[in-house]
T-cell receptor, first 116, second 113 residues
Framework: AQSVTQLGSHVSVSEGALVLLRCNYS??????LFWYVQYPNQGLQLLLK??????LVKGINGFEAEFKKSETSFHLTKPSAHMSDAAEYFC??????????????FGAGTQVVVTP | DTEVTQTPKHLVMGMTNKKSLKCEQH?????MYWYKQKAKKPPELMFV???????INESVPSRFSPECPNSSLLNLHLHALQPEDSALYLC????????????FGDGTRLSIL
């Protein structure tokens, strides 16, 4: 079975500083990995996804993530935070076997606060 | 703007009422999902429809009844809900159920009195 751990339920960054959100997964087979963002009173929006191929994945709004199989990680980064990046971020792994097939397993989420 | 449209945006209902949530997508997606999200928590999967057939029911109480009239439309019928059912209900769709990225609507915020 797959699982996802997001380190840090809250992250505070200064405007212009690096944003780093950590995600570790467990999966017995090559995973499908996703990052979603949720702004207040909205649904989830896909930032980026990893399926196969290049391990550095670029997404929308200047975000990127690197799949590291040896570390079972899929950390999300953005070089320079903007006030509009304040939101909840969810890492998710797509189920690939058994009862988890076709299901997204979400991490607990990380709330990002951006300070001026 | 999202490509998955959910109505209504807000719903307040009593425990004896019957109401329905509606979700629509016109992206040609063949998988559609219902999630429940409590405050400060990740979404929890409730149901998955694949090619208009119910493929996953995550042991959801029968007071929630999903329906997929066609490939573009997904409903969630509500009856005799409990206060703990108050939450944000999210609909999502994807090209297929096999780990395609899911596109989410903005949800219906449901309050049970």
């Amino acid at each position: 079975a797959q699982s996802v751990t997001q380190l840090g339920s809250h992250v505070s960054v200064s405007e212009g500083a690096l944003v780093l959100l950590r995600c570790n997964y467990s999966s017995s087979v090559p995973p499908y990995l996703f990052w979603y963002v949720q702004y207040p009173n909205q649904g989830l929006q896909l930032l980026l996804k990893y399926t196969t191929g290049a391990t550095l994945v670029k997404g929308i709004n200047g975000f990127e993530a690197e799949f590291k199989k040896s570390e079972t990680s899929f950390h999300l980064t953005k070089p320079s935070a903007h006030m509009s990046d304040a939101a909840e971020y969810f890492c998710a792994v797509g189920g690939t076997d058994g009862d988890s097939w076709g299901k997204l397993q979400f991490g607990a989420g990380t709330q990002v606060v951006v300070t001026p | 703007d999202t490509e998955v449209t959910q109505t209504p945006k807000h719903l307040v209902m009593g425990m004896t009422n019957k109401k329905s949530l509606k979700c629509e997508q016109h992206m040609g997606h063949r998988a559609m999902y219902w999630y429940k999200q409590k405050a400060k928590k990740p979404p929890e999967l409730m149901f998955v429809y694949s090619y208009e057939k119910l493929s996953i029911n995550e042991s959801v109480p029968s007071r929630f009844s999903p329906e997929c009239p066609n490939s573009s439309l997904l409903n969630l019928h509500l009856h005799a809900l409990q206060p703990e059912d108050s939450a944000l209900y999210l609909c999502a769709s994807s090209q297929g159920a096999e780990n395609q990225p899911q596109h989410f609507g903005d949800g219906t915020r449901l309050s049970i009195l």
